[in-house]
């Protein structure tokens, strides 16, 4: 699980993420408290937690869909919780996010879904430019190239995930997130979906910020990852590391019999690749 910075030069080394003391509280309900975590620059950091931990949460946080209570969140050098609204729009045209499902819009088809964040933050492009980029990040998604007139309706989940994807590469981001990608897929469809994302991160010189419960994505692309519980992030580092802290959440997810099993798959396919 070594990290790979060869395709992250222009990302320089400057943390893409910093989020110091966040609290999160729905009423009297509290979803994070003094949480810190820094992501580091061209890394696909894996985040984990139980039902109820706040991962999603936490994203939402670090892109300025939730104000935290207390806090600092910075998102490549610009800060997020006190920016300016026009401060705040020129760093979101930086980063890419891909919401659980996909999150697309029913009505407009594959390739006008892609063309949304095109038209928000560049409308002097003229029509056939934006549709030829979009057409390009559609391919670049993996999906075949008649997906693009296709509405929602008539794709099926792993499509709509890519297709989700497509939409957040719009933009050329230096910084991307997904949330929950693998989730409802097969195995393979999983798998594939596992090695696009490290092959988009290294190709294109992405921070990718992952959420997951899928032992397999962890094992396998996540440089580190980083552990939600008791309201903060109580360890980030390699799954090694992790196990060392002999925190009971910890050992209990990855050396259930899950992680277990994902990790065995881990090391006959890296014993494969080098044997």
């Known amino acids: 699980m070594a990290q790979d910075n060869t395709h992250i030069a222009h990302l320089g080394t400057e943390p893409p993420v910093k989020v110091h003391g966040l ?3 729905f009423g009297d309900f509290t979803v994070h408290e003094n949480l810190d ?6 890394e696909i950091l894996g985040v984990v937690g139980g039902s109820g931990s ?6 939402r946080s670090i892109i300025g869909l939730q104000i935290p209570a207390e806090g600092s969140v910075e998102v490549l050098g610009h ?8 401060e705040e729009l020129g760093v979101r045209s930086r980063w890419g996010v891909m919401f659980q499902g996909g999150a697309l819009f029913s009505t ?11 038209r928000q933050f560049y409308p002097e492009i003229d029509d056939e430019l934006r549709k030829e980029i979009a057409r390009y990040k559609v391919l670049l998604s993996g999906l075949p190239e008649d997906a693009i007139a296709k509405f929602p309706s008539e794709l099926s989940g792993g499509m709509k995930k890519r297709a989700g994807l497509a939409r957040a590469l719009a933009l050329d981001p230096e910084l ?3 949330d929950e990608p693998t989730a409802g897929l097969d195995p393979i469809g999983a798998s594939k979906f596992d090695r696009l994302t490290k092959n988009l991160k290294e190709t294109l010189g992405l921070t ?23 309201k903060r992030v109580i360890a980030v580092g390699t799954i090694p590391e992790l196990l060392e802290t002999g925190h009971p959440w910890i050992e209990e997810y990855f050396n ?6 994902a990790r065995d798959t881990h090391e006959r396919d890296r014993s494969g690749e080098t044997g």
Do not use: Q, Y
Not at 219 to 228: H, K
Not at 256 to 261: D, H, S, V
């Open 23 to 25: 609290a999160n509280r």
């Open 37 to 42: 975590l820094i992501v580091e620059p061209g």
């Open 108 to 118: 407009l088809t594959v390739g006008e879904n892609v063309e949304v964040p095109l």
């Open 54 to 59: 706040g991962k999603s949460v936490l994203m």
């Open 79 to 86: 800060s997020i919780t006190d920016a300016e609204p026009d």
């Open 256 to 261: 259930g019999p899950r992680g277990r099993a």
């Open 208 to 230: 990718v910020f992952l959420i997951t419960h899928d032992l397999d994505t962890l094992f396998e692309i996540c440089d580190r990852v980083a552990v939600l519980a008791e």
């Open 176 to 178: 991307l997130f997904l």
